[in-house]
T-cell receptor, first 113, second 114 residues
Framework: SQTIHQWPATLVQPVGSPLSLECTVEGTSNPNLYWYRQAAGRGLQLLFYSVGIGQISSEVPQNLSASRPQDRQFILSSKKLLLSDSGFYLC????????????FGDGTRLSIL | AQSVSQHNHHVILSEAASLELGCNYSYGGTVNLFWYVQYPGQHLQLLLKYFSGDPLVKGIKGFEAEFIKSKFSFNLRKPSVQWSDTAEYFC????????????FGSGTQLTVLP
């Protein structure tokens, strides 16, 4: 069966520091991969998605970037974190068909001090 | 671009009460629809989905949803809620044929009182 791993679960970082959140998927090949940010009372906002290695699409302009160095690895990064980057970040994968659901990781709670 | 509205931000019910959570979307074409649930401290899980055929969809844990195309709605229902149904519920829509543009509603927090 397919599983998705996301880490770390929580992270506290100072303003201006770099960021790297990692997400890996097991049990499937060539998945679509997604990074979302979840804000209380505002649902999920799609940040990045990828349909293949090295293929990244950004949905919103921001201080963050994403990379997909391997088929089942998706990384969310920042060179310099801002206070506004605080939030709950979710990674998800899907098979690539619109009728197939997206499957979510456990999320990372990021706090910027 | 599509959008999703969940008008109830917080619903409080007693056990055994019936539940209906509203979800309306805006998009001119064919869509696939989902309800996700997030229990306290857990990850988002799929509750049910609609992609074609019977507009009445049954999901896990006794939940169902009805797709009414003319009303652009996909309301979630359960005839008798339990305390364990306390969670946040998200409706989501994606244009058919797109694997990218999954748009979520803002969520409805359901609290079931024992």
């Amino acid at each position: 069966s397919q599983t998705i791993h996301q880490w770390p679960a929580t992270l506290v970082q100072p303003v201006g520091s770099p960021l790297s959140l990692e997400c890996t998927v097991e049990g499937t090949s060539n998945p679509n991969l997604y990074w979302y940010r979840q804000a209380a009372g505002r649902g999920l906002q799609l940040l990045f998605y990828s349909v293949g290695i090295g293929q990244i699409s950004s949905e919103v302009p921001q201080n963050l970037s994403a990379s997909r160095p391997q088929d089942r690895q998706f990384i969310l990064s920042s060179k310099k974190l801002l206070l506004s980057d605080s939030g709950f970040y979710l990674c998800a994968w899907s098979s690539g068909q619109s009728y197939q659901p997206q499957h979510f990781g456990d999320g990372t709670r990021l706090s910027i001090l | 671009a599509q959008s999703v509205s969940q008008h109830n931000h917080h619903v409080i019910l007693s056990e055994a009460a019936s539940l209906e959570l509203g979800c309306n979307y805006s998009y001119g074409g064919t869509v696939n629809l989902f309800w996700y649930v997030q229990y306290p401290g857990q990850h988002l899980q799929l509750l049910l989905k609609y992609f074609s055929g019977d507009p009445l969809v049954k999901g896990i844990k006794g939940f169902e949803a009805e797709f009414i195309k003319s009303k652009f709605s996909f309301n979630l229902r359960k005839p008798s809620v339990q305390w364990s149904d306390t969670a946040e519920y998200f409706c989501a829509v994606i244009p058919s044929g797109s694997a990218r543009q999954l748009t979520f509603g803002s969520g409805t927090q359901l609290t079931v009182l024992p």
